[in-house]
């Protein structure tokens, strides 16, 4: 695989930024060289030579996309853009990597499969539901279902670490479940299935390691960063109570990883990633 081939959308959100540097050779793009919403732009961008797109794009505020104005981003860029890369990646003979979420789902399953249908809850949901669907329609494509990522951005660690070096206790919701997904781990993934020609669909994307919830990630969170801060745990609906404007949010997030360990791929600990993550943060 030549880097030279691999061009990065939106090469400066979270998953964006590792991408960079796994792919140094990459053409990398961000929305003020290729607005993706912009169907002529896509279509006219100069493909010859491109064999591989990835798309780290996306509209990722969940709670703004409940908005009306926010509304018609999330589904232009999540959905209708989505579908504009499909068709160039079909018309091009270019294989096409799509990032889809946990959000995509209702989070009544415990475990989610990849052929899970879809139950979106919230209008993000809806609208990375709709882009998986466009994407199907590239014959060589990758959607990677992954959630809660933590990189080079903001984040939920980024944001805990803040609290607690401002002396905050936070309240945090307990009856979310998931698996925190460092975007090294994303990058390593896309990078397994393109290096082992695996075949083309959907693949669950997520570190390993014990299921918990963002209260019990804010505990862990402290404990390494060596902070001794206290975590009240809220049920989600304690936490919103009186809020307006907040999007509905799946209960269990937790990806099955089978399908991709199948391949061979080995997942990494999330809590062992989150170890390494805080040493950089606060070194
Ligand atoms: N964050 C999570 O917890 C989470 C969970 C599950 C799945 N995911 C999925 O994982 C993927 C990566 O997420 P992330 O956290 O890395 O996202 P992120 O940090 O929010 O970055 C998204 C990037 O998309 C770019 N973008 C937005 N509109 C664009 C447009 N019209 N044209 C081109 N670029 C545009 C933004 O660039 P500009 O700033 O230049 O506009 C931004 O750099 C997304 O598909 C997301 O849905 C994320």
């Not at 999540?78 to 018309?91: E, G, I, P, R």
């Given at each position: 695989m030549n880097d030279k081939?691999?061009?990065?959308?939106?090469?400066?959100?979270?998953?964006g930024r590792?991408?960079?540097?796994?792919?140094?050779?990459?053409?990398?793009?961000?929305?003020?060289?290729?607005?993706?919403?912009?169907?002529?732009?896509?279509?006219?961008?100069?493909?010859?030579?491109?064999?591989?797109i990835i798309n780290a794009a996306a509209y990722t505020n969940v709670d703004g996309a409940e908005t009306s104005d926010g509304r018609v981003v999330a589904w232009k860029v999540?959905?209708?853009?989505?579908?504009?890369?499909?068709?160039?990646?079909?018309?091009n003979d270019i294989t096409l990597i799509h990032i889809s979420t946990d959000y995509v789902f209702d989070g009544t399953n415990h475990n989610h499969k990849e052929d899970e249908p879809y139950s979106p809850l919230s209008v993000?949901?809806?609208?990375?539901?709709?882009?998986?669907?466009?994407?199907f329609l590239a014959p060589k494509h990758y959607i990677l279902r992954t959630s809660w990522v933590i990189g080079d951005g903001n984040n939920f660690v980024r944001t805990m670490l803040g609290l607690a070096q401002k002396g905050i206790n936070p309240s945090v919701v307990n009856d979310q479940i998931g698996i925190l997904t460092f975007t090294s781990e994303l990058v390593r993934t896309i990078n397994h299935l393109l290096s082992n020609s695996l075949p083309f669909g959907t693949y669950n994307a997520t570190n390993d390691g014990e299921p918990a919830s963002w209260a019990d990630?804010?505990?862990?969170?402290?404990?390494?960063?060596?902070?001794?801060?206290?975590?009240?745990?809220?049920?989600?609906?304690?936490?919103?109570?009186?809020?307006?404007?907040?999007?509905?949010?799946?209960l269990n997030s937790v990806m099955d990883l089978t399908k991709l360990h199948l391949t061979g791929f080995k997942s990494q600990d999330w809590y062992n990633d989150l170890e390494s993550y805080i040493k950089q943060e606060v070194a």
């Open positions: 081939q691999i061009l990065i959308i939106g090469a400066n959100g979270q998953l590792a991408l960079q540097k796994q792919y140094p050779g990459a053409v990398a793009v961000d929305s003020n060289v290729l607005d993706i919403t912009d169907r002529a732009a896509v279509e006219n961008y100069h493909w010859r030579g491109i064999k591989i999540n959905a209708t853009a989505a579908s504009y890369l499909s068709q160039v990646a079909k018309d993000y949901g809806e609208s990375k539901a709709a882009g998986d669907i466009a994407v990630i804010a505990r862990a969170i402290f404990k390494i960063a060596g902070f001794n801060t206290a975590v009240t745990d809220l049920t989600t609906e304690e936490y919103y109570k009186g809020k307006a404007g907040i999007a509905p949010r799946p």
